[in-house]
C-alpha cells in the first residue's frame, strides 16, 4: 500500500503578505519623497508671442466707420424747441425716457389724456440728454428744491410707480 499523509502542513502564506507589505511600503517611501510635488498651484510662464494677427489685407467688403466709439449713424439733431427747460429746475422724478422723442411726447399725451389723471401739463418736463451713442429724452415730472423732497413726494402720491427714480437735472 501506498501511504498517503494525512495531516499535511499548510503552507504558510505569511511570507507572501510580508514580501507584498514591504513592497508597498517602499513604493509609498518613493511617491512620498520623490514624486509627490507639494507646490499649491502651478506656474504658467507669460506668453509674450502674439495670440493673433489681424492681416492688412482682410479681403471681402471693407468696414466703415472703425474709428468711431458706436456705430449710430443717425442723425443727431436734438428737437430744441419742443424741449422745456426752466433754469431752476433742480431734483425730478423720471416718469419716461426713450431715445424718441415722439415716443415721450405720446406717453405724455396719454398720461395727461386719461380720465383718472390727477396731472397737469405744466408739472411735467422734457429733458434731452446728449451722449456719444445718440440723445436720450428724459420725461420728468416735478421739480424739488432736495432728493429727498422728491422721495416723499414720491412714496406719498405716486402709488403707481413702483420705484421712483429721481434725477439730478443740473447735471444735464
Do not use: H, W
Not at 88 to 107: A, G, K, R, W
Amino acid at each position: 500500500m501506498i501511504a498517503k499523509k494525512i495531516f499535511q502542513r499548510r503552507k504558510s502564506k505569511r511570507k507572501l503578505i510580508i514580501i507584498t507589505l514591504v513592497i508597498l511600503f517602499i513604493i509609498m517611501i518613493i511617491y512620498y519623497f520623490f514624486l509627490n510635488n507639494r507646490d499649491e498651484f502651478v506656474i504658467i510662464p507669460e506668453n509674450k508671442k502674439n495670440f493673433y494677427i489681424i492681416p492688412e489685407d482682410r479681403g471681402g467688403q471693407k468696414v466703415e466707420n472703425l474709428d468711431k466709439k458706436s456705430l449710430n449713424l443717425k442723425s443727431l439733431e436734438t428737437i430744441n424747441e419742443n424741449v422745456n427747460l426752466p433754469n431752476n429746475l433742480l431734483y425730478s422724478i423720471q416718469i419716461f425716457s426713450d431715445t424718441e422723442y415722439e415716443n415721450v411726447n405720446n406717453y405724455l399725451k396719454k398720461i395727461i389724456s386719461s380720465n383718472e389723471s390727477i396731472f397737469q401739463i405744466d408739472d411735467f418736463y422734457i429733458l434731452a440728454l446728449s451722449t456719444e451713442i445718440g440723445i436720450y429724452y428724459f420725461l420728468i415730472y416735478k421739480n424739488f428744491e432736495t432728493r429727498q423732497d422728491a422721495q416723499k413726494y414720491c412714496s406719498n402720491y405716486l402709488s403707481k410707480i413702483d420705484n421712483c427714480l429721481i434725477v439730478d437735472t443740473t447735471k444735464f
